[in-house]
């Protein structure tokens, strides 16, 4: 498997800008996460989804912010307007679904590192 | 906030054992103790997980006190490769209900 993919590795563009953000999840993994990565604040779960389906987005910083899961091996982190304090890395993950201790973590994609200038 | 307390950083010396800590005085019953790493410039990686039993694999051991207030992440021999972030989380293993909150975990230096 070649485990989560993201796209693209690492993205500029100017303020005010929309960008998209791009992840594949493993193959049979129930639940895809975003997370946000900065010096300042660490890593912040900003969504996450299960069967396709947003459980939970509190942790999406505003409006500028939406993401979707069209099918079950594609989703998208959209920002727009873009402004420079979104520049972050940010993180795709993927998990299996299933209770107790065969669950065994998340799976990380290698990041999107953004910059707003 | 994350439930659990770390050493900021620590220091190892190659080919030697790396212990590293985690408080985790409020865990709860049906929570897990997870430990992920992040190497400079990618994403976390997971490394084991346990309830309450000692646990081993192929990267490292994870001794969990009988209280399971505590625990200990032993890498047996520390390369400059292991050199890192380390998180430890608590969280519930089954359903939606355990999202990965990460704290500032401990960065540790394997040094030559």
């Known amino acids: 498997d070649a485990g989560v993919i993201q796209s693209p590795r690492h993205e500029v563009t100017e303020m005010g800008q929309e960008v998209t953000l791009r992840c594949k999840p493993i193959s049979g993994h129930d639940y895809l996460f975003w997370y946000r990565q900065t010096m300042m604040r660490g890593l912040e779960l900003l969504i996450y989804?299960?069967?396709?389906?947003?459980?939970?987005d509190s942790g999406m910083p505003e409006d500028r912010f939406s993401a979707k899961m069209p099918n079950a091996s594609f989703s998208t982190l959209k920002i727009q307007p873009s402004e420079p304090r979104d520049s972050a890395v940010y993180f795709c993950a993927s998990e299996e679904g299933g209770r107790g201790p065969l669950r065994s973590g998340y799976t990380f994609g290698s990041g999107t590192r953004l910059t707003v200038v | 906030d994350a439930k659990t307390t770390q050493p900021p950083s620590m220091d190892c010396a190659e080919g030697r054992a790396a212990n590293l800590p985690c408080n985790h005085s409020t865990i709860s019953g049906n929570e897990y103790v997870y430990w992920y790493r992040q190497i400079h410039s990618q994403g976390p990686q997971y490394i084991i997980h346990g309830l309450k039993n000692n646990e081993t694999n192929e990267m490292a051991s994870l001794i969990i006190t009988e209280d399971r207030k505590s625990s200990t992440l032993i890498l047996p021999h520390a390369t400059l490769r292991d050199t890192a972030v380390y998180y430890c989380i608590v969280r519930v293993a089954g359903g939606s209900q355990g999202n990965l909150i990460f704290g500032k975990g401990t960065k540790l230096s394997v040094k030559p």
């Open positions: 989804f299960n069967n396709n389906v947003p459980i939970d």
